[in-house]
């Protein structure tokens, strides 16, 4: 099983961040290290919330200590989620460079989504395009992150391809890209064609289902793996206000994964 650090948020009630990949790569019986760049008690999409960020000085005797110790020798993967400030973008710089050379390095831009654009100062989007997109191997953007990382438009699967492509030679796993009406899911631009996953858009869905996803490909899921867990997690937490990560794990850790559609209309 893979061994993954994750550099994210975490929350202490409800499944965001740190606190639903977590939770998701144990079920599958995978080993999480877990550094907390926010503490919060929830979401910030609620009505009340507290916390703060955690400081980077903080952080960076966590994983001198996490170092020391020898638990960064079997690292296999690194996962960077949501960065608070232009100084967590430069520690989680440090945390890749800190990894053994053979970790798969992950990066989730969490900058912002549409319709609202971006939820980040511009200075984080900043900081994240130019110091860590260059150290991804891997890269899981939704379709808003991908234009603004880019400077390029993103309206359809043509320009998203081609957006895409200019992040090369990373693999991209563009989340909620554009398809058509009732339909979400991924679309993978990397070595060969590029490929499209779908399934039925639902709505009431909790915070955190791209945290998962995200999660699930750290841990070397191949995407129509990952969507399929998703897409069972997703069904079982429709109208919840939370994932139903744990009391749901029977049938979303076991879920069959989701053909790629062909042919790929627009590319």
Request: with cysteine.
């Amino acid at each position: 099983m893979a061994h993954i650090l994750i550099l994210s948020s975490w929350v202490a009630h409800g499944h965001v961040g740190l606190s639903a990949a977590q939770p998701a790569l144990q079920l599958l019986g995978h080993q999480v290290t877990a550094l907390p760049t926010v503490m919060l008690s929830n979401h910030k999409a609620w009505p009340h919330c507290a916390g703060d960020a955690v400081p980077v000085a903080d952080l960076s005797a966590m994983l001198a200590a996490i170092k020391a110790n020898g638990w960064l020798e079997t690292v296999t993967a690194i996962l960077i989620g949501y960065l608070p400030s232009p100084d967590h973008v430069a520690f989680a710089a440090q945390v890749i460079s800190a990894a053994p050379d053979a970790a798969h390095i992950v990066i989730d831009p969490v900058l912002g989504d549409d319709p609202g654009g971006l939820y980040v100062g511009e200075d984080i989007g900043r900081a994240v395009r130019a110091t860590l997109i260059p150290r991804a191997q891997t890269l899981t953007p939704n379709r808003f992150e991908l234009a603004w990382l880019t400077g390029m438009p993103a309206n359809d699967l043509r320009a998203s391809v081609r957006a895409a492509q200019t992040l090369a030679p990373a693999t991209i796993h563009v989340t909620s890209p554009p398809l058509d009406t009732g339909q979400t899911g991924v679309l993978t631009i990397g070595n060969g064609e590029p490929t499209v996953h779908c399934h039925p858009t639902h709505a009431n869905i909790p915070k955190g289902t791209g945290d998962v996803f995200s999660a699930l490909i750290a841990a070397g899921q191949a995407p129509g793996t990952a969507l399929g867990h998703l897409e069972a997690l997703i069904k079982a937490s429709t109208g919840l206000q939370h994932l139903a990560l744990v009391e749901s794990a029977p049938s979303w850790t076991m879920a069959k994964p989701i053909s790629a559609k062909e042919p790929i209309d627009g590319i």
